[in-house]
DNA sequence: CTCGAGAGATGACAACGTCATCTGAAACTC
DNA sequence: GAGTTTCAGATGACGTTGTCATCTCTCGAG
């Protein structure tokens, strides 16, 4: 038997998936209240039980995928079979590529919304710190601040240009992210050799 | 006396300021057909006879900005009492100045709109091509794309960071969006010499 | 002078976010 | 176990938005 706040907390999970669901396939004008209410078998006004408003919803939404991202940035840098340099790259690659499969979703997670302005950076938080971690390793402690900033500041934006085809240019002679990303990387260790 | 078709241009110059404006003071929520009219002095409909929907005024503001932006990158790059690596700085410079002082249309210039995929990319041009001839004085023919890509795509990344508040997280160490330009065309610059 | 074209005004419509209110069942009190 | 409270969800309503169809009026060509 289900009690009444397991199920209210698994409508509360039901919201937040239709949510991600909708804007992974049809960007954030596809979320609609009524929509995601429908997708997880409510009506429109059930949401309001569970989210202050609409912009609660879609901030508990990119804070579910920085919290992946940050677990997934801790088993990187858990990783002993992987040098620093690698686990630097390695990282990188895992921001740009939720840029590349999930791009509305990368989106979100990098717009901060007009209510509340520190939401994103306390979501960010663990995913940054684990990447400082792992910078540090390769730059040492002294520099290790300013290159992570950088270099999160440079896949954000090589994402950024991947998702909306600007990278995508024949003028660039076909580059790829994981092109920039290894120039990138090998910069910065040739800096620190 | 204006004619008719001076006065039609001069609505559908008030219309692109208006949005433009309202763009700039409330982001793009303040950027509604009705408000975008009454700034303009017209009704709400009428926008509709010089933009096919509200999609298309927001990419032509867009280009707008892009060819201004070129236009500047243009002069940066005749300037001849400066450096490769300097017209490189300022050429990102002019790029995150965008992003910190009209957040939301920078963000605009870089947000694809779903309707015209390639909109963006053809707004962006000229900024680039007069953007990678500047780098090219610097890194040389043979991997100037490679850089410049890298290059703006890293700008474009720390605007969005500054933009969004994540670079002030005290986790950075107060590092500003100059220091990470700095940092990079650094880096650029001991490679190729 | 006539008339077509086109800019702008206006009314209407569906969809949206949001709120007030209502309903029903689970959980607590005695 | 009966009565009461609480709260998730349903429903109706309101104001706002983008968009369209239609109307008006004025300028410019013939």
Redesign the interface.
Known sequence: MISRVESAAATRRALLAAAADLLDSG?L?AVTLRAVGARAGVTRGAPYRHFPDKESLLIAVGTQAWEMLGQRMQALRADSGLSPAEKVRGGLSTLIDIGRRQPHLY?LM???P?GD??A??RA??RS??EF?AVVADLVGEQEA??????L??????????E???????P???G?TAA??TD??VG??R??FL
Do not use: C, E, H
Request: charged content about 15%.
């Open positions: 960007g004008d989106k990098f717009s901060n007009p302005p520190t994103l950076a960010a938080q940054q710190t400082l601040r300013r290159y992570a900033a950088l999160i500041s440079s896949a954000n934006g090589i994402a950024g240009m998702a909306s085809g600007l990278l995508a240019d003028k660039w002679g580059v092109d920039l120039t990138l910069m910065i040739a800096t």
